[in-house]
């Protein structure tokens, strides 16, 4: 058993990854700092009150399931999904792939928000499953507001692997927010996923990774935590080893540190 990702989940990611960086107004809010270590960077996070986040989210996503709203983002709704076309193009591969078939494990994958701004274009596939790992709270808000006979929730990787077979392992705007992101790329490769993707992963201008502190605009909601800016040849090297590279592309985020989102799609080697 892969035990060292569970308490990840548990204790570490923020319980939404899209931070609506278009929206910060003020040069207090952004990411700031340059930190030696996970723990330096902690003691000037003050960490997100999840309850209230959790509840925002929900009553938002609620609203995009009964067709009162047509998408949510970091527990706002918008009237318009800008979507990850190449993510949206790589899921449709791999269902061709499969058959007109496909199963997707969204790790932090909030209460769903890929899945409702996807589901549509997923309609007309022979079979659809879509399993989130979240935190605790999430999982269970999930389990009772949101699963349906497509949409699942778990805990962690390894129950979810129990019940569901997925063709690939979906990370959106996820991999940063975790405090030993290295030792769980290593560990990633271990689960034998098809494929991967990466979408709105952070790096860095110039190579050297930083660790800054994101503080969150309160529009949104009151939060503070750590996050990765990665260096692009580091990360990639552990993956290459037992993935092949299908395809790299920009995501759309943009940050007041120099640095480029990117997304990246992989195969595993035969």
């Given at each position: 058993?892969?035990?060292?990702?569970?308490?990840?989940?548990?204790?570490?990611?923020?319980?939404?990854?899209?931070?609506?960086?278009?929206?910060?107004?003020?040069?207090?809010?952004?990411?700031?700092?340059?930190?030696?270590?996970?723990?330096?960077?902690?003691?000037?996070?003050?960490?997100?009150?999840?309850?209230?986040?959790?509840?925002?989210?929900?009553?938002?996503?609620?609203?995009?399931?009964?067709?009162?709203?047509?998408?949510?983002?970091?527990?706002?709704?918008?009237?318009?999904?800008?979507?990850?076309?190449?993510?949206?193009?790589?899921?449709?591969?791999?269902?061709?792939?499969?058959?007109?078939?496909?199963?997707?494990?969204?790790?932090?994958?909030?209460?769903?928000?890929?899945?409702?701004?996807?589901?549509?274009?997923?309609?007309?596939?022979?079979?659809?499953?879509?399993?989130?790992?979240?935190?605790?709270?999430?999982?269970?808000?999930?389990?009772?507001?949101?699963?349906?006979?497509?949409?699942?929730?778990?805990?962690?990787?390894?129950?979810?692997?129990?019940?569901?077979?997925?063709?690939?392992?979906?990370?959106?705007?996820?991999?940063?927010?975790?405090?030993?992101?290295?030792?769980?790329?290593?560990?990633?490769?271990k689960y034998n996923f098809e494929?991967?993707i990466f979408d709105r992963t952070?790096?860095?201008?110039?190579?050297?990774?930083?660790?800054?502190?994101?503080?969150?605009?309160?529009?949104?909601?009151?939060?503070?935590?750590?996050?990765?800016?990665?260096?692009?040849?580091?990360?990639?090297?552990?993956?290459?080893?037992?993935?092949?590279?299908l395809v790299e592309f920009e995501?759309?985020?943009?940050?007041?540190?120099?640095?480029?989102?990117?997304?990246?799609?992989?195969?595993?080697?035969?």
């Amino acid at each position: 058993m892969l035990t060292y990702i569970k308490p990840i989940i548990k204790d570490f990611i923020p319980p939404i990854f899209f931070k609506a960086y278009q929206q910060i107004r003020c040069s207090h809010y952004g990411l700031f700092g340059n930190y030696p270590s996970w723990e330096a960077a902690m003691k000037d996070a003050v960490g997100y009150d999840s309850d209230v986040i959790i509840n925002q989210v929900r009553d938002s996503l609620l609203k995009v399931k009964e067709g009162k709203a047509i998408g949510e983002k970091d527990s706002c709704l918008f009237e318009k999904i800008q979507y990850s076309w190449p993510v949206l193009a790589g899921l449709l591969r791999i269902a061709s792939i499969k058959g007109n078939k496909l199963s997707v494990l969204d790790f932090g994958g909030s209460l769903g928000s890929y899945y409702y701004q996807l589901r549509h274009f997923l309609s007309d596939l022979d079979e659809l499953r879509w399993s989130i790992v979240e935190q605790e709270k999430f999982v269970r808000c999930g389990q009772e507001l949101f699963e349906n006979n497509q949409l699942k929730f778990y805990y962690d990787i390894e129950t979810c692997l129990i019940e569901e077979n997925p063709d690939v392992i979906l990370f959106s705007g996820v991999i940063q927010y975790l405090p030993y992101p290295y030792g769980f790329l290593e560990n990633l490769v271990k689960y034998n996923f098809e494929y991967i993707i990466f979408d709105r992963t952070p790096f860095i201008e110039g190579g050297q990774e930083r660790l800054t502190v994101q503080k969150v605009h309160p529009s949104i909601y009151e939060a503070s935590m750590p996050a990765y800016f990665f260096n692009q040849d580091k990360f990639l090297s552990y993956l290459e080893k037992f993935y092949d590279l299908l395809v790299e592309f920009e995501s759309q985020d943009r940050v007041n540190i120099p640095s480029q989102f990117k997304g990246f799609i992989f195969k595993k080697q035969q």
